[in-house]
């Protein structure tokens, strides 16, 4: 494969959470195929106004494996321009850039179009959302902006592919699914995971991992198990992970649900040393959102091969069979209840182990390196 320089536009170190860690693997993966990899993230990422968490940034110490500059600043229109004329100096052979929030489109995308003067660059961006799960207004406005600026997309769900074909539907684009999260370390035996967390060997566990949005369905989570079927099947649900929503609503309604003593809690946000413990903890994964694209935590439960439930909605369906390495239910909590019991009474862990082995090696991340450079490849006869 011919060497290419290829520039990363958007978060990583010191920023933490998901996209920020999935940027830094795929890094790593390019730089495993013999590229040279830069990666581009903010001096300031949300004002904090804007932020819903305690903290942006990573505890953990800076990757010593990654080149990574910190030029972007989301808000300052001068700063767009410096850093889109200072990457096309350069002259990379392919820039891709992130694109999550409507909020950042100003921002990235002004960098993309600045980018693209150098017809020589092939600009792509990789899309986790384009209309978001919680709506605001200009977000279209925003979205088709960020579409319009580069030449060609990669999309991770249809439903996120659909979105980003009703601004532009000329553009090279590619449907590739999430890759494994396989960046939190090696597996660790249920026991060693129970001991670690001061849990019951004993009690079976459901776990709600990652931040806690409204639109994740926590609240049809807390309903499914007030289910009278549940209450004596020494079964609880672990929910580990920081509010950005009303931390208030959740711990009125477990009251009023009577569910207290079958619910864990670990409040804050899980540093990326400590994600393996809850994983191997876990006897069932549950992602009971109301809405979705995709979503990382299917990729990190593949990862250490535990059973899924998730909601029909989004892209989540396209990545679990159900029946095969778990449930697909709709999102109602009566649903959820169902198929909790079921698995209760009738399944365990091992019971889908063979169809997860199966299914994740459908999301190598050599998949997603491959689908950014192909179509941007294609942005160099499109123009």
Not at 21 to 43: C, I, K, M, P, S
Not at 119 to 138: A, F, T, W, Y
Not at 164 to 180: G, I, M, Q, W
Not at 187 to 196: G, L
């Amino acid at each position: 494969m011919e060497k290419k320089r290829i520039i990363i536009v958007g978060p990583a170190y010191p920023y933490r959470g998901g996209i920020a860690d999935f940027n830094e693997r795929l890094a790593r993966e390019f730089q495993r195929e013999g590229h040279e990899v830069t990666v581009y993230t903010f001096t300031l990422q949300y004002p904090g106004f804007l932020f819903p968490g305690k903290t942006q940034y990573s505890t953990s110490p800076a990757p010593s494996d990654l080149t990574i500059v910190r030029k972007v600043h989301s808000v300052n229109p001068f700063n767009w321009i410096k850093v889109g004329r200072e990457i096309r100096r350069q002259r990379p052979d392919l820039v891709m850039v992130r694109f999550w929030l409507p909020f950042m489109a100003p921002c990235l995308g002004t960098i993309a179009r600045i980018i693209r003067g150098d017809k020589r660059i092939q600009v792509v961006s990789l899309l986790d959302n384009v209309v978001p799960h919680e709506h605001r207004i200009g977000d279209k406005v925003f979205a088709r902006y960020m579409i319009k600026s580069v030449g060609g997309y990669v999309a991770m769900s249809e439903s996120v592919l659909a979105d980003a074909k009703s601004f532009d539907d000329t553009k090279p684009f590619a449907l590739t699914p999430h890759p494994l999260y396989d960046n939190f370390g090696d597996k660790v035996s249920r026991e060693e995971a129970i001991a670690h967390l001061g849990l019951d060997a004993d009690t079976r566990y459901v776990l709600f991992f990652g931040l806690i949005r409204d639109y994740k369905g926590l609240d049809l989570l807390l309903r499914a198990f007030a289910d009278e079927r549940l209450r004596n099947k020494n079964t609880k649900l672990i929910v580990a992970g920081e509010f950005y929503s009303n931390a208030e609503f959740y711990e009125k309604l477990e009251q009023e649900l009577g569910v207290s003593e079958h619910i864990v809690w670990y409040k804050e946000f899980i540093p990326a040393d400590q994600v393996r413990y809850f994983f191997a903890a876990a006897d069932l994964v549950a992602q009971p959102y109301k809405t979705a694209t995709q979503s990382g935590i299917t990729q990190i439960a593949y990862h250490f091969e535990r059973p899924m439930l998730v909601t029909n909605v989004g892209g989540l369906a396209e990545i679990v069979p159900h029946g095969k390495v778990g449930y697909v239910v709709q999102p109602e909590a009566a649903d959820i209840a169902n198929a909790l019991v079921d698995f209760v009474d009738n399944h365990s862990d091992a019971d889908f182990r063979e169809g997860i082995l199966e299914e994740k090696t459908k999301y190598a991340w050599s998949n997603m390196t491959a689908a950014l450079t192909n179509v941007g490849a294609q942005t160099l006869t499109h123009r």
